[in-house]
Each structure stands twice: as structure tokens, then as C-alpha cells.
T-cell receptor, first 112, second 109 residues
Framework: KAGVTQTPRYLIKTRGQQVTLSCSPISGHRSVSWYQQTPGQGLQFLFEYFSETQRNKGNFPGRFSGRQFSNSRSEMNVSTLELGDSALYLCASRQGVDQPQHFGDGTRLSIL | GQNIDQPTEMTATEGAIVQINCTYQ??????LFWYQQHAGEAPTFLSYNVLDGLEEKGRFSSFLSRSKGYSYLLLKELQMKDSASYLCAVNNAGNMLTFGGGTRLMVKP
């Protein structure tokens, strides 16, 4: 079974631009979560989607948004990029709430 | 709010035993997970506790006390490849998974 796939792996943007990251979950997993990981803040929860609905949301500004499609694939969008948005963005999928999250390799976003 | 505390760094010797502690205060509790993350890689699942007690998986064991808001991960017969960050994560009442800052473990020969 294929794992969680994230594209692209690396991305360089400049301040003020916007970016869209993509995540394909493990087949059969309907829950997809997004996390931001930085050396100083660790792994911070962004949001979780289940069956195309946002189920949970972390404490990030409205510039961070996401969506999930009927095939469970998910996208995350960040608008008006800031230098502080430079981070590793990880996507994870799980089969149920009592099941572990399975992580993709992440997208490393650098803002210049 | 959610608060999950772990030591930032630990050092141990190859072949030894190390215990990584995690304390949590969350809005409700629906299980605790431990993950391992090697530098530059994605986190990988190690263990899951939802009831009090010890769960053993080979060289790794995890313990949970819900009344104390406390868990630990025990690594036995340490190997150099165990050098990594270990992340404690709690599922709260809304099933939102919150991670601690992680404990960076360095295993020395």
C-alpha cells in the first residue's frame, strides 16, 4: 500500500506570494491533517479534514486554509507569505481517531 | 488549552536503558501516541496508549497514567540508530492530536 504522498518536496517563494501544497493520503484513509514544523516551535497542528469537512483547526491565522476532495486528497494554501512561514509542512492521514497518524515526507517551504 | 511537556534533550550510552517522560494537560483525553523522528525525515509511529498501564513492543515500551497526566517511553538495549527525536502526542476530547516539543535523544558509543 502506498504511503502518504506530498508534493512538491521543496518550494522557494518570496514574501507576499501564495502557495498551494498537495497531499494524497493512504488509500482508505479519510482523515487528513496538516502540521507545520519549525526548529523553535516543534510540530504545530494546522487543521484536520474528514470526508471533505474541516473537523479541527489549530491556532493559525486565516492566511492558512485547506480543503479536501471527494477522493480524500487534500490541499493546503498559504496566502500573503511571510518570512516566518518558512517551515516543513507535514501531512498525515489516519484510518480512525484511535489509529496513528501516518506522515508524508513533507514539503520544505522557504520564503525569501 | 493544550500543554504537553517533554525534556528537550537526553543523552544515553549504547546498550543502556533510557526513559523519556511526557506530562500533559489537555481538554479531555482520547489516547496518547509516541513517534520517532530522525533528522530530515517524517515522524514514524511507535506506540499508542489509551488505558493505564504498560504497552510493550520489542525494545520499546510505553506507560500511561491518566490520573497523573503522565506517560513515558522506555527504550532498552539502546542502539546508535535510536538517536532521534521522540515526540509525545495526545488526542484530546475533540480528537485533535497535539504534539509535545519532542525530546532529542543522543546515543553515544
Amino acid at each position: 500500500k502506498a504511503g502518504v504522498t506530498q508534493t512538491p518536496r521543496y518550494l522557494i517563494k518570496t514574501r507576499g506570494q501564495q502557495v498551494t501544497l498537495s497531499c494524497s493520503p493512504i488509500s482508505g484513509h479519510r482523515s487528513v491533517s496538516w502540521y507545520q514544523q519549525t526548529p523553535g516551535q516543534g510540530l504545530q497542528f494546522l487543521f484536520e479534514y474528514f470526508s471533505e469537512t474541516q473537523r479541527n483547526k489549530g491556532n493559525f491565522p486565516g492566511r492558512f486554509s485547506g480543503r479536501q476532495f471527494s477522493n480524500s486528497r487534500s490541499e493546503m494554501n498559504v496566502s500573503t507569505l511571510e518570512l516566518g512561514d518558512s517551515a516543513l509542512y507535514l501531512c498525515a492521514s489516519r484510518q480512525g481517531v484511535d489509529q496513528p497518524q501516518h506522515f508524508g515526507d513533507g514539503t520544505r517551504l522557504s520564503i525569501l | 488549552g493544550q500543554n504537553i511537556d517533554q525534556p528537550t534533550e537526553m543523552t544515553a550510552t549504547e546498550g543502556a536503558i533510557v526513559q523519556i517522560n511526557c506530562t500533559y494537560q489537555t481538554s479531555g483525553f482520547n489516547g496518547l501516541f509516541w513517534y520517532q523522528q530522525h533528522a530530515g525525515e517524517a515522524p514514524t509511529f511507535l506506540s499508542y496508549n489509551v488505558l493505564d498501564g504498560l504497552e510493550e513492543k520489542g525494545r520499546f515500551s510505553s506507560f500511561l497514567s491518566r490520573s497523573k497526566g503522565y506517560s513515558y517511553l522506555l527504550l532498552k538495549e539502546l542502539q546508535m540508530k535510536d538517536s532521534a527525536s521522540y515526540l509525545c502526542a495526545v488526542n484530546n476530547a475533540g480528537n485533535m492530536l497535539t504534539f509535545g516539543g519532542g525530546t532529542r535523544l543522543m546515543v553515544k558509543p
